[in-house]
T-cell receptor
Framework: GAVVSQHPSRVICKSGTSVKIECRSL??????MFWYRQFPKKSLMLMAT?????????EQGVEKDKFLINHASLTLSTLTVTSAHPEDSSFYIC??????????????FGPGTRLTVL | TQLLEQSPQFLSIQEGENLTVYCNSS?????LQWYRQEPGEGPVLLVT?????EVKKLKRLTFQFGDARKDSSLHITAAQPGDTGLYLC??????????FGAGTTVTVRA
């Protein structure tokens, strides 16, 4: 299957600082990438849809000024958690959509980034 | 957002037993995907089903998509400890977003 990488895999930061997470599709171009947040033993919660060359669309309840998303190229999207607080500590996962014929679009996920805010 | 109900939430079985995980919705999905996730890692795609009534087999895993494309099931035959993980179903709805079920935590005891 297609490969999506994420960097860093783990990050610890102090409260009030900003953290940038990168998501790359390694062997395909993705006009659409997605950012999810996952709490322990829970399913994935969609935060926002990242569109190459245009603004991201955020899900209800997700602060766009806090979670800045940039989709600078067809293979790279970044999520910046600004002014991080301990409650932002979570597992953040990105995914990239690979378009297929008919209704066969598939989303491939990165390995996730564990963010801990002290 | 179209909701997917996944059941059971937890499943603990002995090695060699069979198990089935269900994914149901009142909405129609253009396609449905099954993922397996291990702790601290991202979900790994197992299969995509597209056609109503479709059955796909992946070694000891059998995936079925309902005729009306509203439900799906994952059946594992002769489960092994390596099958342990969080199984997630997800479907593309008419909003072009992937909606996830709540997940099923499967534990296979040796």
């Amino acid at each position: 299957g297609a490969v999506v990488s994420q960097h860093p895999s783990r990050v610890i930061c102090k409260s009030g600082t900003s953290v940038k997470i990168e998501c790359r599709s390694l062997d395909f171009q993705a006009t659409t990438m997605f950012w999810y947040r996952q709490f322990p033993k829970k399913s994935l919660m969609l935060m926002a849809t990242s569109n190459e060359g245009s603004k991201a669309t955020y899900e209800q309840g997700v602060e766009k000024d806090k979670f800045l998303i940039n989709h600078a190229s067809l293979t790279l999207s970044t999520l910046t958690v600004t002014s991080a607080h301990p409650e932002d500590s979570s597992f953040y996962i990105c995914s990239a959509r690979l378009a297929g014929p008919g209704s066969t679009d598939t989303q491939y996920f990165g390995p996730g980034t564990r963010l801990t805010v002290l | 957002t179209q909701l997917l109900e996944q059941s059971p939430q937890f499943l603990s079985i002995q090695e060699g037993e069979n198990l089935t995980v269900y994914c149901n919705s009142s909405s129609v999905f253009s396609s449905l995907q099954w993922y397996r996730q291990e702790p601290g890692e991202g979900p790994v795609l197992l299969v995509t089903v597209v056609t109503g009534g479709e059955v796909k087999k992946l070694k000891r895993l059998t995936f079925q998509f309902g005729d009306a494309r509203k439900d799906s099931s994952l059946h594992i035959t002769a489960a092994q400890p390596g099958d342990t993980g969080l199984y997630l179903c997800a479907g593309f709805g008419n909003d072009y977003k992937l909606s996830f079920g709540a997940g099923t935590t499967v534990t296979v005891r040796a």
